[in-house]
């Protein structure tokens, strides 16, 4: 980062295909505070099923599989009202997604940034890892998406080591987006709270070592993790006095709790806490 330049934008946790619920408290944020935002950064479980086709490639459980409202924008019957940036969680249409390991726009002002992806906004440097860990398969391929339907869907969630060598290969990130939290970001006597949330591999620990390892290599300013649908504030502090704060935001339907919203200017990025 280097301009001095001040500007605002949002982070927003599971949407879970609720996307006209994300636009109309997004917009409404901006009316009050009579601010623009210049983007929208998501970390996953953002749901865009373009059809029912789509949707039958996400990995859930039945009742869980709804089309939501992302065919409107894929259809341009809807506009989402400011660039929005994605990277894939563990429920989404991957037979579509994976049509574009690279990253594509999949709808105008809607990009997903790929199983890893980079992209600069506004001098700021945002990566992003889609999936979530599995210890089993970590060093293999993912399946060919010609198999899908062959095989369980669940195996097109998971990041994999060269996923993450690929982050590690950015070197530097302002901004890193995370579908799953990071290990070590929740102090011994906070765990208890987390009991039936910890979905790591090892038992003792929320989040994983993989998206910790990015963090400690990449030291972004701020790092944006959803999937535990809870909201919690950490900071990982590194051995050269740089810091990173780790914001987990919430799903969609918990309310103002799946949002967040930093103010830019010059190299200060802060969390803006709204006035009642
Ligand atoms: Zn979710």
């Known amino acids: 980062m280097s301009s001095t330049q001040t500007f605002f934008f949002a982070a927003v946790g599971d949407v879970h295909g609720h996307m006209h619920r994300m636009v109309s ?81 999949l709808a105008p002002h809607c990009h997903y940034l ?12 945002v990566a992003g890892l889609s999936g979530i860990h599995r210890e089993a398969t970590f060093t293999k391929p993912r399946p060919p998406l010609a198999s899908m339907g062959d095989v369980s869907n669940k195996d097109f969630t998971f990041f994999n080591e060269q996923d993450v060598e690929r982050v590690l290969a ?14 070590g970001i929740i102090p011994p006597e906070e765990a208890a709270n987390f009991e039936g949330l910890r979905r ?17 290599a990449l030291q972004p ?21 740089q810091q990173s704060r780790v914001r987990c935001l919430a799903s969609l339907d918990q309310g103002a709790d799946a949002f967040a919203v930093f103010r830019v200017h010059g190299t200060t990025l802060q969390e803006v806490s709204e006035q009642a």
């Not at 950015?170 to 290990?183: E, I, M, Y």
């Not at 701020?222 to 950490?234: D, F, N, T, W």
Request: hydrophobic fraction near 35%; charged fraction near 25%; aromatic fraction near 10%.
């Open 25 to 105: 408290h997004l917009t409404a944020w901006e009316e009050r505070n009579r601010k623009p935002l210049d983007f929208v950064l998501q970390v996953g479980d953002f749901e865009p099923h373009r059809d029912d086709a789509d949707l039958t490639t996400m990995a859930a459980p039945m009742k869980y599989r709804h089309l939501g409202d992302f065919a409107a924008y894929h259809q341009r019957r809807r506009r989402f009202p400011w660039p929005l940036y994605f990277i894939g969680g563990n429920h989404e249409p991957y037979g579509h997604l994976d049509l574009h390991p690279e990253g594509a726009s």
């Open 114 to 125: 790929g199983r890893t992806g980079v992209v600069e906004l506004n001098d700021l440097r």
């Open 170 to 183: 950015l070197g530097h990130a302002d901004v890193l987006l995370l579908h799953d939290w990071p290990a």
């Open 200 to 216: 790591s591999a090892n038992p003792e620990l929320v989040g994983n070592e993989y998206a910790r390892l990015l963090v400690d």
């Open 221 to 241: 300013q701020l790092v944006l993790c959803g999937h535990l649908h809870r909201r919690y504030a950490s900071t990982v502090q590194h051995p050269n006095g």
